[in-house]
């Protein structure tokens, strides 16, 4: 059986919201129709999606299992759609991707000069987005920060960089030389817990009934600003910290942290020559761990390309 993609995109709206007037509205069609579709769609899979009376809807195990299957597919379909009309209309283009604090510069000049009539483009993505970029097609290759959802995707390890807590200037550990884990397990996490899990999974980490919500907080500098306000701390690699340098705030080695790994990350059904050559462009211009610390390829990210 084909799946058809228009009622799996339906299907992930209804999953999504938990709601058909929600996801009707989103979709922009009629709730009785997107009922229909998704009654149509249970047929031809010969399995219930959802769990649905007047009160709430809930998936189903089958529905959960598409649902974990249907994002990467749907993200491929687009990323096919990307590539076909870029090749279809005008000069060929080729995106990179790159996380805060990775250099690219070098990388897209070299893949230019190999190809002159190629459009290299970068975009800086955040931990939220950086592996869903290749996904969909946006951008050919992305730096990514481990750990991603590695569904649908190639990678090729790079390079690791030390992890530093960046603090108020003012605060208690600010200022020492190195600190453990296990003095921050009464600070506040400003970024998302699993980007962290050495700290996520500390036995004795607060957890007060009434601590109020983590800010939703995308970019390194919106991080920044909260810590300077002594909303929180974050955790960084130490060349976004060290290119972020500012005075309220400083940064502390943790000693019993480990190092953030760097891979070059691509959809597994991109099969462009392009993104093979420049997968070993890549790794031929991987740092060394003393040209990271002078801010040389895979340091913070400057001017140029990035």
């Known amino acids: 059986m084909d799946v058809d993609l228009r009622k799996l995109r ?33 047929h031809e899979l010969r399995a219930e999606l959802f769990v649905r009376d007047r009160r709430s809807t809930v998936l189903t195990d089958a529905g959960r299992q598409l649902l974990t299957d249907a994002r990467p597919l749907l993200a491929s379909a687009e990323a096919l759609r990307r590539r076909v009309q870029r090749a279809a209309h005008g000069r060929p283009t080729f995106t ?19 190809h002159p009539d190629l459009a290299v483009n970068v975009v ?7 592996a869903e970029i ?12 481990l750990p991603v959802d590695q569904r649908g995707l190639r990678l090729r390890p790079l390079f690791t960089e030390p992890r530093v807590v960046v603090l108020p200037t003012d605060h208690r550990l600010a200022g020492k030389e190195s ?3 296990a003095e921050l397990v009464e600070e506040r996490l400003l970024q998302d817990p699993d980007a962290v899990p050495e700290w996520r999974d500390l036995p004795n980490r607060r957890t007060e009934p009434g601590l109020r919500p983590r800010p939703e907080l995308n970019s390194v500098e919106e ?6 306000a002594y909303a929180g701390m974050v955790i960084l690699p130490l060349s976004t910290a060290t290119f972020y340098t500012r005075p309220d705030v400083s940064h502390v080695p943790v000693t019993d942290l480990g190092h953030n790994q760097v891979c070059l990350a691509w959809a597994e059904d991109n099969r462009s020559p392009l993104v093979h050559e420049f997968v070993e462009i890549a790794a031929r211009q991987t740092p060394q761990p003393d040209d990271r610390r002078q801010g040389g390829s895979g340091g913070a990210a400057r001017e140029g390309f990035a």
């Open 10 to 42: 339906y299907f992930v709206a209804v999953a999504e919201e938990l709601h058909f007037g929600r996801a009707a509205a989103r979709l922009h069609i009629a709730q009785p129709v997107l009922s229909r579709q998704i009654r149509a769609f249970e």
């Open 96 to 114: 990179i991707a790159f996380m805060p604090g990775v250099l690219v510069t070098a990388e897209a000049r070299a893949i230019g000069q190999r």
């Open 124 to 130: 800086r993505t955040s931990w939220d987005d950086q």
């Open 134 to 145: 290749v996904r969909e097609g946006r951008a050919d290759v992305s730096y990514v920060r």
């Open 179 to 181: 600190i453990d884990l």
């Open 223 to 228: 991080k920044l600003e909260h810590v300077a």
